[in-house]
Every structure is written in C-alpha cells, then in structure tokens.
C-alpha cells in the first residue's frame, strides 16, 4: 500500500512540475528572507537605506506565478524573470527572481534548436558583459565587477551547459529513433521482397513439378478422347495417365517436404530425353508432330531442363488450343546457344472442355529463361502460334 501511495505521489508531481518548482522557489526565497538573507550582492543597490528582506520576496512573486506558467509560455517568462531579477539586484535584493530567472532558462534552452541556443550562448554573453559595466558604474570598483561578472557568468554558464547537454542528449535519442524506425521500415520491406521472392521461387517449383505431370494427363486423355474406342489403346491410355498422376503425386510430396523441414531436395525437372514421350503424347492426343532432334553435345543442367519445360509447355498448349494440327518442334544448338521452337498451324479449338489455361505457364517460362540470361518470344505467327526460346549454353549466375 505504501508503495502504491509513493507511486500515486511521484506521477502527481511529474503532472504537477511547473507548479511544485515553483512552489520550492517560493520556499527557498521565503526562507531566505526569514534569514535576512535579502541581497546577493549587497554594493550593487541603489536604495538609499536597507529595506526588509520581506521585500524581495514580494517583488519575486510574479516570478514564481511565471514560473508555474513555464510550459505554456516559457520565453515570456523568462523575460519577466529576467525584469524581476535585475530589479531586485539593484534595488531591494532577494534570490527568488534570479532563481526563477536559471529555471527558466534551463527549459528555454533545453527546448530551443541548435541556431536558438547558439542564440541563447551570445545573449547571456551580453548579459554577463552589461552586468559588469553596471557594477563598474555603480560601484566604481574594478575588483567588483570582475567578481560580479564571474559569478554571474558562473551562474548562467553552469545553467546553459547543463541545458545543452540535455537538449543533445534528447536530440541524440530522438535520432536513435528514428533510424530505429527506418531500420524497421527498411526491415519489413525487405521482409516483404524477400517473401514476394520466395512465393515467386514456390510458384515457379510448383508450376515446373506438377503443371508438366498434369498437361501430360490432359494430353493422354485427349488421347484417348479423341479416337474411336479402343480397349487395348484406352487402358494404355488409363495407364500413362495413373503413371503421370503418380509422378505428380510424388512432385507434391518432396515439394510438401522441403517446405515443412527445411531440407530434403525436389525431384529433379525432367531433361531433353523426355522431350519424344512428349511428343509421342501429343500425337496420341490427335496433333500431328515433326520433332528434330537435339545435336548430340552436352549441355548444362538448368538449360537441358528448361528446354524440356519449353517443349513440355508448347505441346500442351497446342493440344489445349489446336487440336488436330500440325506441329514443328525443334531443338539446335548453334555458337550463339540452344534454340528451341514449337510451331503449330492449322489446329481448331477443342469442343470439349479440356484443361484450362491462364497463360502463367509461359509467363514463368519467360522468367527463368531471362533469369539464364537467354530470349523468350510466345505470340501469333500468321496463322499459327509459336513459342520460340534461345538459351545460352553458359548460363547467367
């Protein structure tokens, strides 16, 4: 309970600071009245005879009211306290004003920038300065105003400097913030890249695992769709079907793997020696296909992979799009890399739903064949469709 009241106590007086400080000035210039405490510098007053050091404490009251107004005006009531303080100097004493005066400082300093505190520097340099000559004319001691500019100047200056450190403390603070903050924003966005890339990578493993497999059901069943009944033909039909959802299946599961555990290795993506199932596939779906084959010579995984996807993608758009047509597939190698073509004309729409397509097939191929640093063309040749994609035999890193 105790702690709990010293809780309440504290958060009061945090809510209530202008008002306690300026309460505790009251206090301590009250009690140095009652001490006769009433001058700081007895030589600099004017007054003919010594007054009440009651006095002081009046002439000090508006600072104290400045002082518990600070937050809402604080450069007003700095110069108030400033008027109250050389006043009160010169005339009737007290501490109260020049109190009030060191208070308001601090909070004018500590809230200005750094041009305005430089500002601050320069105006209690004058101020120091004009105490000095005053005291000199006043009292006509040289020794005087040195000792009264040195304590002034001790006064302000041990104020300014203690200021200044907190302003750049809180400047320093609010600096770490904000690069804090822009390390977070930078963070999150590369976050974001990073998990935009890798749905892109997911995409494109998923795509390359199991579109193939399904393209190649799709064609089998056109297959068999398409001729007259077959029992012989149809159950090998039923059977490349079964073997190309099994492949499929086992596509899911590694994929299913690596993304749960974090390891493992994906099927690997078929090469050109699959390229003529491919097109035996097609031709069974009703197209008719020439294929010239590859130039024996050997070539980097990623391309030979890729290529097999191009041929893979190409006849599974054609038995989508062109059913019945003819198709041209080629596959050369040259000095500039790997060629490969898949041309169809005179094909006709299906009548029958067949497997849809959103063009993301070819939109993926054309990514990764730019990421191997080679070329990429799909689109309309006359009256026919031609997909069309040069591949380096030394890829890009």
């Not at 937050?71 to 109260?96: D, E, K, N, Y």
């Not at 500002?119 to 004009?130: D, E, N, Q, W």
């Not at 890249?193 to 579109?211: C, I, K, P, S, Y």
Request: contains cysteine; aromatic residues 4%.
């Amino acid at each position: 309970m105790q702690e709990n009241d010293g809780g309440t106590a504290l958060r009061w007086v945090r809510r209530h600071r202008p008002l306690v400080d300026a309460v505790g000035i009251a206090a301590i210039s009250a009690i140095a009245a009652a001490m006769g405490l009433n001058q700081v510098w007895d030589a600099l007053s004017v007054l003919p005879e010594p007054v009440s050091p009651w006095w002081g404490f009046a002439l000090s009251i508006p600072a104290f009211i400045a002082v518990a107004l600070k937050q809402r005006m604080p450069r007003t009531g700095l110069a108030v306290a400033a008027t109250i303080s050389v006043i009160s100097l010169f005339t009737v004493g007290g501490i109260g004003g020049l109190i009030a005066l060191l208070d308001l400082l601090w909070l004018v300093t500590v809230r200005a920038t750094p041009a305005a505190r430089r500002r601050i520097l320069i105006g209690c340099g004058v101020v120091i300065a004009a105490f000095t000559v005053l005291t000199l004319v006043v009292t006509g001691e040289v020794r005087m105003a040195v000792l009264v500019g040195l304590q002034l100047g001790a006064l302000l200056g041990t104020d300014y400097w203690w200021a200044t450190a907190v302003a750049q403390a809180n400047e320093l603070a609010e600096l770490h913030r904000r690069e804090a903050a822009e390390l977070v924003r930078h963070a999150e966005h590369d976050r974001d890249t990073a998990l935009q890339h890798e749905r892109d990578a997911m995409a494109r493993e998923l795509h390359d695992l199991v579109a193939g497999h399904v393209s190649a059901m799709a064609i089998r069943a056109e297959a068999a769709l398409s001729g007259p009944q077959d029992g012989e033909g149809d159950r090998a039909a039923l059977q490349a079907v079964r073997d190309s959802s099994l492949e499929a299946h086992e596509a899911l599961r590694s994929m299913i793997a690596v993304l749960r555990a974090g390891g493992g290795e994906l099927v690997v993506p078929p090469r050109l020696d699959r390229v003529a199932d491919y097109v035996d596939a097609a031709r069974r779906a009703g197209l008719e296909v020439r294929f010239d084959g590859p130039a024996a010579t050997e070539l980097p995984a990623p391309v030979e992979q890729l290529a097999a996807r191009v041929v893979q993608e190409g006849l599974a758009n054609c038995v989508r799009h062109a059913a019945g047509g003819r198709v041209a597939v080629s596959i050369e190698t040259d000095e500039g890399g790997l060629l490969v073509r898949v041309d169809s004309r005179d094909g006709r729409p299906l009548e029958r739903p067949s497997l849809p397509g959103n063009g993301s097939g070819l939109a993926m191929l054309a990514e990764r064949v730019r990421a191997l640093g080679g070329r990429f063309d799909a689109g309309p040749v006359g009256a026919g469709w031609s997909v069309r994609a040069a591949l380096p035999l030394e890829p890009a890193a």
